[in-house]
């Protein structure tokens, strides 16, 4: 399903909002992290600036907002992924808290209010 603020803008467009949620392949922590094995994440980051300049052309702002706001969570967390992957031996063992914005899903080490546009965070460990 769609986050809640992509499924009320789905709503708003007349569209019921759904997805496909499948299992993920489970396979060992490098193996989840590894970048060859993660590669079709860099095409829906490709995607999303067709996507933004569709909706800059049918003049939808709530699209636009939501595809930008995807565009950078997805970038974000394939950073995130890809510093994990690199360090993977001194954070064995380790806690970590990360933060999720509620509005846009973007993930970070430290709750930075500047990327989220309401502040709220969702606390993960």
């Known amino acids: 399903m769609p986050g809640p603020n992509q499924a009320a803008i789905i709503k708003k467009m007349g569209a019921v909002p759904k997805s496909d949620v499948r299992w ?5 922590t490098w193996r989840n992290l590894d970048p060859s094995a993660n590669q079709d994440e860099a095409g829906e980051l490709n995607a999303y600036p067709e996507f933004i300049r569709q ?17 950078d969570a997805e970038a974000q967390r394939s950073k995130l992924f890809a510093k994990a992957f690199g360090d993977l031996g001194h954070m064995k063992g380790k806690d970590r808290n990360y933060y999720v914005c509620a509005v846009s899903g973007y993930v970070m080490e430290t709750s930075d209010a500047s990327k989220c546009s309401d502040g709220k965070f969702e606390t993960i460990k």
Request: proline share 5%; glycine share 4%.
């Open 24 to 28: 993920p392949v489970v396979g060992t």
């Open 55 to 71: 909706a800059q052309t049918d003049t939808n702002a709530d699209a636009v907002r939501a595809f930008a706001y995807a565009r």
